[in-house]
């Protein structure tokens, strides 16, 4: 269990409307990522956190946004949500000095 | 950019048979990364890989490093119900990892 948790694991709102994805963990990596699922697509990263404040972009990063102003919370938002966005958002934690990657539940977007 | 070509798609066994599949890439890294999701779930890591030709397993699952750095295959031996899912397979060396886009799983009684 890598202790990360993502609230909340299921959430459907409408186009134009504002959303935040929490994704927390309690083991204090420094590395934190947002990823989407799509079929097809198989995992996109969409931002990471290399520390408090510290932040770039994946692949797919526009219309996205993300804040980690404590080392355990990472935030994602969409700032006003399109049904491209409907998608299943994992958040995951690196481990210090490795390149594996532990993954949280997901969060089910529907957009409609 | 780096891509990763993980085969087949999809697979449909019955239980007991071996399974194998495996992923190409156009770059070399330093570690290979196998990952089991189940429906509904997030990504699970099973095996990781960081030198040329290494060979791990975990239990029925054996998974390889290839020599050119540029691929790396799964083997899951006797497989069971349980073993059906998704199973993606990795690259990484820097802050980020590729993933490839997964073989599924469907393993019938």
């Known amino acids: 269990d890598a202790g990360i948790t993502q609230s909340p694991r299921h959430k459907v709102t409408e186009t134009g409307t504002p959303v935040t994805l929490r994704c927390h963990q309690t083991?204090?990596?420094?590395?934190m990522y947002w990823y989407r699922q799509d079929p097809g697509h198989g995992l996109r990263l969409i931002h990471y956190s290399y520390g408090v404040k510290d932040t770039d972009k994946g692949e797919v990063s526009d219309g996205y946004s993300v804040s980690r102003s404590k080392t355990e919370d990472f935030l994602l938002t969409l700032e006003s949500a399109t049904s491209s966005q409907t998608s299943v958002y994992f958040c995951?934690?690196?481990?210090?000095?490795?390149?594996?990657?532990?993954f949280g539940p997901g969060t089910r977007l529907t957009v409609l | 950019g780096q891509q990763l070509n993980q085969s087949p798609q999809s697979m449909f066994i019955q239980e007991g048979e071996d399974v194998s599949m495996n992923c190409t890439s156009s770059s070399i890294f330093n570690t290979w990364l196998w990952y089991k999701q189940d429906p509904g779930e997030g990504p699970v890591l099973l095996i990781a890989l960081y030198k040329a030709g290494e060979l791990t397993s975990n239990g029925r699952l054996t998974a390889q490093f290839g020599t050119t750095r540029k691929d790396s295959f799964l083997n899951i031996s006797a497989s069971i119900p349980s073993d059906v899912g998704i199973y993606f397979c990795a690259q990484g060396g820097s802050e980020k990892l590729v993933f490839g886009k997964g073989t599924k799983l469907t393993v019938n009684p």
């Open positions: 083991e204090n990596h420094r590395y």
């Open positions: 995951a934690i690196r481990e210090a000095l490795a390149d594996t990657q532990y």
